[in-house]
């Protein structure tokens, strides 16, 4: 089953035309990683690019499925980029603290910052719905 990207854009579209120009995938939730090279890839393969009302943007659709239910989170805006910001961390594996570059999803204006779990960084759905660029789908 592919899933419909123009389907799940049509609360943000509010019946403008939608064309997507290059469509990406679906990034499942919680998202754990531990190098920041691999995320930007992943991030950057799972976007999807679309046409609306002839301005053009970056879309991302992360999947949530907690026990029995199925929750879709898209984010749209203008630019999508993968950043990061040094912090200081606890590494369970070695002990010690140390000071790493923390990912950070940025749209547009919007920050969506990665938190440290035990020895990597981790990406849940809590943090996609504090970003106002960001919607849940049902």
């Known amino acids: ?22 469509r990406g995938d679906v990034l ?12 930007d890839r992943v991030i950057k393969n799972k976007m999807s690019r679309v046409d609306i009302g002839g301005k053009s943007y ?22 999508i980029r993968v950043t990061t910001d040094a912090r200081m961390v606890s ?20 920050r969506i910052e990665l938190e440290w779990s035990r020895s990597r960084f981790v990406l849940t759905s809590s943090m996609i719905e504090s970003c106002r660029r960001c919607y849940k789908v049902a």
């Not at 879309?59 to 749209?76: H, I, K, M």
């Not at 010690?96 to 547009?108: F, G, H, N, S, T």
């Open 1 to 22: 089953m592919r899933l419909d990207i123009v389907k799940l854009l049509e609360p943000f579209a509010k019946d403008m035309n939608v064309e997507v120009i290059s």
């Open 28 to 39: 499942q939730l919680p998202y754990k990683t531990r190098s920041i090279n691999l995320f």
């Open 58 to 79: 970056h879309v991302l659709v992360f999947l949530d499925e907690a026990g029995l239910r199925r929750q879709y989170y898209v984010c749209v805006g203008s630019v």
């Open 91 to 110: 590494d369970d594996m070695s002990g010690l603290k140390l000071r790493v570059r923390a990912p950070v999803i940025v749209i547009d204006e919007c």
